[in-house]
């Protein structure tokens, strides 16, 4: 059930955020941070010289959150609560955003493959009194997988747009031997952490 005073926005184009939010009963609209009149200006996501994992993802996704901020007062929208969201996965300290082709994701999978990882989403919500951040981050085990799987698996198309170039919620939940910590934060929105984001902001999932 969506409860129609649970409104915020969701600075965000993912599918896989959008049915998380739903999943927990969040009414939402959509804020495009990349439209035009007036555009905002793109985001370097760059990491910073000896920036960790946490704290690089905590600033990109109160970087959108900012933004989307910043949208919703260009557009004269009503103040209500702008969530935003970012995912990396990590191995060995070496940050794994989106694949930039499926050259970059196959070279992302074979890293992957056989070895333990960190999955990491932060998550903010930017209101008129600041804006909050959490961090979620979870453990991940791939099985070996073959150089014909991982071709296999980029004929798919699913791995574009993925952080790490693997999405836990489709085909790919076939090579996670195991997992530890939140499976919404892999997908891309940990749920615990967006509830208690929103339950501070007066948002109650369980009103």
Avoid: C
Wanted: proline letters at 6%; aromatic letters at 6%.
């Amino acid at each position: 059930m969506i409860l129609p005073e649970n409104r915020i926005y969701l600075a965000s184009r993912s599918p896989r955020r959008r049915e998380l939010l739903k999943q927990i009963g969040v009414n939402f609209g959509t804020l495009l941070l990349r439209e035009a009149s007036p555009r905002l200006p793109d985001m370097d996501e760059t990491p910073l010289p000896h920036e960790s994992p946490a704290n690089y993802t905590s600033r990109i996704a109160r970087a959108k959150a900012e933004a989307g901020w910043t949208r919703l007062i260009q557009r004269k929208l009503p103040h209500l609560p702008v969530l935003a969201a970012d995912t990396v996965v990590v191995l060995k300290e070496r940050i794994f955003g989106k694949p930039a082709n499926s050259s970059h994701a196959e070279e992302m999978l074979s890293a992957l493959s056989g070895q333990t990882h960190q999955a990491l989403t932060a998550v903010a919500l930017a209101t008129q009194n600041g804006i909050q951040v959490r961090v979620s981050t979870s453990t991940v085990r791939f099985r070996d997988i073959s150089e014909r799987e991982i071709r296999i698996y980029l004929a798919s198309d699913e791995a574009h747009d993925k952080a790490g170039g693997y999405a836990i919620q489709g085909m790919a939940a076939v090579f996670i031997a195991e997992i530890s910590g939140s499976y919404s934060g892999v997908m891309g929105l940990p749920l615990f952490e967006t509830a208690q984001l929103l339950e501070e902001s007066g948002i109650k999932i369980f009103p």
